[in-house]
């Protein structure tokens, strides 16, 4: 089994900064993916960024050259680091791990994830 456990969410002004985090724990060479999705209220969860065990990297086209993510393995710690923030990237953050395999990974498809956190809350308002 691998545990989630993402931090950093909260509220922030547009055009700001925040960076969650994901702890990864258990069996950690149950996944070679890692990936952040999103869900805002009333909408389907959609996928944000993907990494891979190389540090390849995907992004959704609409947060491409505003967040960025890392894994720090040493640590056991996903990153993503989002700025210039709108309002439209409120909702609830997840991180993921799953065994995708080089076909799909990196990759923002729910379907390549096996294990998800529980979620933080990013609000984005003035």
């Known amino acids: 089994q691998v545990q989630l456990a993402e931090s950093g969410g909260g509220s922030v002004q547009p055009g700001g900064s925040l960076r969650l985090a994901c702890s990864v724990s258990?069996?950690?060479?149950?996944?070679?993916?890692l990936g952040w999705f999103r869900q805002a209220p009333g909408k389907e969860r959609e996928g944000i960024a993907s990494i891979d065990n190389d540090g390849i990297t995907k992004f959704r086209d609409s947060v491409k050259g505003r967040f960025t993510t890392s894994h720090d393995r040493a640590k056991n710690t996903l990153y993503l680091q989002m700025n210039s923030l709108k309002a439209e990237d409120s909702g609830t953050y997840y991180c993921a791990a799953g065994q995708a395999g080089s076909r799909w990974c990196p990759g923002l498809w729910t379907h390549i994830y096996d294990y998800w956190g529980q979620g933080t809350q990013v609000t984005v308002s003035s």
């Open positions: 258990g069996y950690t060479d149950n996944f070679d993916c």
